[in-house]
């Protein structure tokens, strides 16, 4: 994953998001009671391709990375004008959750509880994130079973690579019962 905080184009086997995958990603940007500050700002830049369904309805999307831009706003930051943590881990909730929606499937990860609940975020800070910087948010999907998945965020100057926050984000998921 440190190749992908680095400045530079996508690593080999990256790709753009599809227009699918990228309505997938932003509809949880887009949603409230985040949306506001998020909507817009934060955009789906590329991925790896999503894992084919497997014969139990699933993917085996251990190691999916997706990769996210956006701008540092007013309305992100504290009164020195660096992002919030709150902030920062509203991002790596709500993206690892997109990541974790764009390798979903009806059976797997799906609605009802699209990307499942959160059972443990937990956010290291690095550096200040100043208003108007590009960033760059790096999410993987480290492990995925039917029912518990780990996933990871960084969140980086696009320009540099310089870490601003991580955090890892434990999330559970059971089918709907008919």
Request: aromatic share 6%.
């Amino acid at each position: 994953m440190s190749a992908l905080l680095a400045p530079g184009p996508p690593p080999p086997g990256m790709r753009p998001f599809t227009e699918e995958e990228a309505a997938i990603a932003v509809r949880f940007v887009d949603a409230p009671p985040w949306g506001q500050e998020l909507a817009g700002t934060i955009k789906p830049e590329y991925c790896d391709d999503v894992p084919p369904v497997n014969a139990r309805g699933g993917r085996d999307a251990a190691g999916f990375r997706a990769v996210f831009s956006g701008v540092i706003t007013e309305g992100m930051c504290n009164p020195l004008q660096n992002m919030h943590g709150g902030c920062s881990a509203t991002i790596v909730d709500v993206m690892t959750s997109a990541a974790i929606a764009v390798v979903s499937t009806e059976s797997f990860w799906g609605i009802p509880m699209l990307s499942g609940v959160s059972v443990n975020l937990d956010m290291v800070y690095y550096h200040p994130g100043q208003v108007g910087k590009k960033i760059k948010i790096v999410c993987e999907v480290e492990r995925i079973s039917p029912t518990l998945c780990n996933t990871r965020a960084d969140i980086v100057e696009w320009d540099t690579g310089k870490r601003i926050a991580g955090g890892t984000h434990v999330k559970a998921w059971r089918p709907a019962k008919l």
